[in-house]
């Protein structure tokens, strides 16, 4: 069964430091998304992206962030300059769209995460 | 703006008895409504979602849940609990089919033999 997979799975980085999440979707796939959870809080809504431009973004994903499919395969999370508070798990999605109401079609499937450790 | 609320952080049930895990939410619009489960260091699988068909429906591993608008809820429920459900549970909501998804806060379901 095709998944989606993340890299690194634990990532362990000093404040200030650039850091980049990488993740792969299912291959025919064309919604990406990321969301984080901070320890103890709820999962949240960061991005998301389509046809090679970002469909919606929250108000966490300030200018720190960036995302890109950098080679039709990878999808990347990039933050600048990170800050003790990014320290997180962050979890890539990605999703078809249809009409059809199966339960696989327009479900976001999810990474395993990459834990964020900011020192 | 929509939320999700879970009530119980934590729920804990005997092997055999009765899961129910509350999920009320709060839309502008008719929503797409999705649990959705997490097992230790792995990423969150889907187990039923609700797209306005049927108000009763069926997911993976004996689950279901049931869509009340006048209640504004979607509770989870299985008939008799397996030590294998031991996890934690999301419940989610979203506006439109592809778009965002607004979380609970989870429920972390104990089943003691």
């Known amino acids: 069964e095709p998944e989606v997979t993340q890299t690194p799975s634990h990532q362990v980085t000093q404040m200030g430091q650039e850091v980049i999440l990488r993740c792969v979707p299912i291959?025919?796939?064309?919604?990406f998304y990321w969301y984080r959870q901070i320890l103890g809080q709820k999962v949240e809504f960061l991005v998301s992206f389509y046809n090679n431009e970002i469909s919606e973004k929250s108000e966490i994903f300030d200018d720190q962030f960036s995302v890109e499919r950098p080679d039709g395969s990878n999808f990347t999370l990039k933050i600048r300059s990170t800050k003790l508070e990014d320290s997180a798990m962050y979890f890539c999605a990605s999703s078809d769209y249809g009409e059809s109401n199966s339960l696989s079609t327009d479900t976001q499937y999810f990474g395993p995460g990459t834990r964020l450790t900011v020192l | 703006a929509q939320s999700v609320t879970q009530l119980g952080s934590h729920v804990s049930v005997s092997e055999g008895a009765l899961v129910l895990l509350r999920c009320n939410y709060s839309?502008?619009?008719?929503?797409?409504l999705f649990w959705y489960v997490q097992y230790p260091n792995q990423g969150l699988q889907l187990l039923l979602k609700y797209t306005s068909a049927a108000t009763l429906v069926k997911g993976i591993n004996g689950f279901e849940a049931e869509f009340k608008k006048s209640e504004t809820s979607f509770h989870l429920t299985k008939p008799s609990a397996h030590m294998s459900d031991a996890a934690e549970y999301f419940c989610a909501v979203s506006l439109s089919q592809g778009g965002k998804l607004i979380f609970g806060q989870g429920t972390e379901l104990s089943v003691k033999p």
């Open positions: 291959s025919n796939h064309l919604y």
């Open positions: 839309s502008s619009v008719p929503p797409y």
